[in-house]
């Protein structure tokens, strides 16, 4: 049996060399098919595995109360309410407030996104983020110190000038990428910040670095940065994950309060879960995934007529031959694996040449977006089985036709 398959390919191979032209187009067809759904498939995975690092870490037990939640403001061609800011009154209130069991929560907010900081000689570009946080920003937010140490309750109380610094002021092209970063004084609009710690790299969401930040004290942040209308963000992390729904619960009752609203006015401001938003990524990922299967399908098919139709016309042009094959005792069933051979190997062919374009294109999408490329397993076996597929249903009839042709009027044909 192997024996016989072997045969079958090199004939295939044969009979693909004195064709090369149609074969050439037709698995270039097949290929722009596969390009197409590996392509994108790619791309989503991509886009899952960097959605997902940036806001897995934040683990499932942790949840937000912002101005709105992680949502479209819009709804059906309307505007939606709009939600007053959350001010640092309303932020402290909630704090004082808000006493569930095994729960810390943190308040924070970005000072400005276009601040120039200073080291010795040396500056950045007026660019870098500012943070104002308190000693439980890092670990309800999941962010890690790799060198140095976090903000500790002293810190925050007594305003020390201290500061942490993302992962960009380190880098090669960072302003402290020659020193020991610990206890370097860095200057911010006057003010002289010692560094106590370096976070871990984050990359970028939604097109923002994560990495060009300083965090400062979230008091020193309210008097350096003094503009109207700032808007405070209170995050919790709970300690045990099933404890989650009553404390969400609880920390809606406790913010309605703050706000005074009446019981049958709507919330003002949005409670943002972490579970909730990677339901969201999934959701996202999961359509971009069916659209993505959809270009596929619709690409392939046209592959598959294709292929289809140079199979009918070589079984045309190869009539005499299978009139002598079949004169010398070739079966129906020999003849047909012998097209069905024939197809599926330009398809295959078709398939990887298709499967390594579109990694390709998916790495240099992920490259010029900046995202970690992740090797698309799924993708490839997902390619495999359909260029398969596509061999399978576009050499069945060819290789029927051919099977039950008459030897007699085969060797007649001209």
Known sequence: MIGLLRENIKIALGSIRTQLLR?????????????????????VTAIEYNLNSSFASMGSNTFNIN???????????????????ITYTEAKT???????PLTQTSLSF???SAAEVKFENQKTDPEISVLGIDEFFLSNSGLEVTQGRSFNSFDISNNVYACIVGSDFVSEDGLLKDVNPIDKILTIRGAKFRVIGVLKEQGSTFGNSQDLRVMI????????????NVNYTMSMMVMKK??????????????????????????????????DLLNRIADLTGFLSVSAWIIGIITILGSSIALMNIMIVSVTERTREIGVRKSLGAKKSTIAIQFFVETLTIGQIGGIFGIIFGILV???????????????????????????????VSG???????????????LRYE
């Open 23 to 43: 074969t050439v187009l037709t698995v270039i067809i097949i290929a722009i098919g596969i390009t197409a759904l590996v392509g994108i498939l790619t791309v």
């Open 67 to 85: 101005q709105y939640e992680f949502k479209n403001r819009r709804r059906g061609g309307e505007a939606e309410k709009v939600n007053p800011i």
């Open 94 to 100: 909630f704090k004082e407030k808000y006493h569930y």
């Open 110 to 112: 970005t000072a400005t």
């Open 217 to 228: 004290p979230i008091q020193l942040a309210r008097s350096m940065f003094s503009s109207p």
């Open 242 to 275: 099933e404890m989650l729904d009553e404390a969400v619960d609880n920390a809606l009752i406790t913010m309605r309060k703050v706000r005074k609203l009446n019981p049958v006015e709507e919330n003002n401001f949005g409670i943002s879960r972490s579970d």
């Open 362 to 392: 998916g790495f240099l999408i992920c490259l010029s977006a900046d995202w970690d490329f992740v090797i698309p397993w799924g993708a490839m076996l997902a390619a495999f089985a359909t260029s398969f597929v596509v061999a399978l």
């Open 396 to 410: 069945l009839y060819p290789a029927i036709k051919a099977s039950r042709l008459d030897p007699i009027e085969a």
